[in-house]
């Protein structure tokens, strides 16, 4: 049992202090509506009580579709309040997709916002989940978030979390097609928040803009949380737009934001870039991929640095960060370790390799999940018995300590900020009639990063365009997941063991 000397470090805990501390400072931003810190606490206990009402218990499943909201992280606390563990939904998968994951995690309650209604509607019949709620408008029988808020009282006994209690379940895509779900404890979170905390220097004042997804734990656990940890305030998009994050930046007076390249570049490319007043930004925060190198200077040019950081799902998820004072001296690198986290690279036998010489990225710290939600199998086959996490990407280490990334072992694909598993694209592509076999890589592409290229030998006398191939896979992979090329050879290089040999294909299609 916790000792009556020790703090609660639950998340729910975490936010009834901020607001017994500063009620009145501004918490979180919406669509035009901000709500204080007391005003949040309390929407969070309303939502407590509605789901224990609903027959929620310690440990069950409440699982949140929808595109950015208020209501996701009132609802994220509301939920870690009576121990309940909360599952954020990729708003991009498909029905079949999100089938899979919604009858694994076992959601008992599921909030959906109006967008996403039509896609749960749809395979609503094969759930296993006994409650909807409705985040925004009426659809259906379901009642809605606001009806529930206001017909219950606030919780008054606040879960006391265990650092081992599971607090969320994130689903990351698997290199088998079955997506995996990491478990997250309240103790890996508050050791991110701690790492993050003392990486970026979050203040009081701080208003952070929340664009990138929240479902992605770079966009709930980077800037988000530990800005309202400390007291600052957030101001959530519904989804990315370049224009309307520059009015908000200047209207909000942002001083942080997280999100992957594509995201600063796109806003770079803005009609309204040059005359958007961003004197209030003291730092922009960068994970998914490396910053490439003309984006940093045009950042530059208006006085603005990139912090960037390395990490997982499965880390909660920092494990190396790159300051502001580095970033143009050290271009291409993730940087150093969090305070609190260890890396190092290894080789096959599991062993330190030496300084400048490849080999696996493995970390071990408070902030490494405890494992995969029903999948020992895959948990396993992640973290060793040492409790070293094995990343399954390939880095060096330079004579300064800075880690630079630089090949993956499980050949994953990064687009706009997404992870994309070739083996999942490729089980669905190898299904058209005319695809005899099919390997994906990724591209470099200035826009996403990388572009998802579908390479495939054909059966004879068949033919296959790219639109015919993306309309194939429309309905059964999320619109990022589509390749956005096509290459058509004659037969698929694989070594003596039958192993596609996908180095030989990026050295002929990737440049």
Known sequence: ??????????????????????????????????????????????????????????????????????????????????GAIFVPLNFRLTGDELEYIINDAGISTLLVDSELQPVVTAIRGKLCCSRYINVEEKLGDDATLEELINNHEPVTAIHVAEADDVLLIMYTSGTTGLPKGAMLTHGNLYWNLVNTMMSFSYLEDDVTLVGAPLFHIGGLNVTTLGTLTVGGHA?????????????????????????????????????????????????????????PEPLIREYSERNINFCQGYGMTELSPLALILSSEFSAEKIGSTGKPVMFGEVRIVDENNQPVAVGERGEVVMRGPNVMPGYWN???????TIDSEGWLHSGDIAYQDE?????????????????????????VESVLVGHEAIAEVAV???????????????VALHPGKSVTLEELR?????????????????????????????????????????
């Open 1 to 82: 049992m916790k000792s009556s000397s020790s703090p609660n470090i639950g998340l729910a805990a975490l936010l009834l202090r901020r607001a017994e501390l500063t009620p009145q400072r501004k918490a979180i931003s919406f669509e035009g509506v901000t709500r204080t810190f007391a005003e949040t606490a309390d929407r969070a206990k309303r939502i407590g009580a509605l789901l224990i009402a609903g027959g929620i218990k310690a440990g069950d499943r409440v699982g949140y579709l929808g595109l950015n909201h208020s209501a996701f992280l009132e609802t994220l606390y509301g939920a870690a309040s009576i």
């Open 235 to 291: 101001v959530i998009m519904r989804s990315f737009d370049p224009g309307q994050a520059l009015k908000i930046i200047q209207e909000y007076q942002v001083t942080t934001m997280f999100g992957a390249p594509a995201m600063y570049q796109f806003m770079t490319h803005h009609e309204n870039w040059h005359s958007t007043d961003l004197s209030s930004i003291r730092g922009l925060i960068c994970g998914a991929a490396p910053v």
């Open 375 to 381: 999948n020992p199998d895959a948990t396993k086959e």
């Open 400 to 424: 300064d300590g800075f880690f630079y990334i630089c090949d993956r072992l499980k050949d994953m694909v990064i687009s706009g900020g997404e992870n994309v598993y070739p083996a999942e």
């Open 441 to 455: 890589i990724g591209v470099p592409d200035e826009k996403w990063g990388e572009a998802v290229t579908a390479i």
């Open 471 to 511: 309309d194939f896979a429309t309905g059964r992979l999320a619109r990022y997941k589509l390749p956005l090329h096509l290459h058509i050879i004659d037969e698929i290089p694989r070594n003596a063991a039958g192993k596609v040999l996908k180095y030989e294909l990026r050295n002929r299609f990737g440049k």
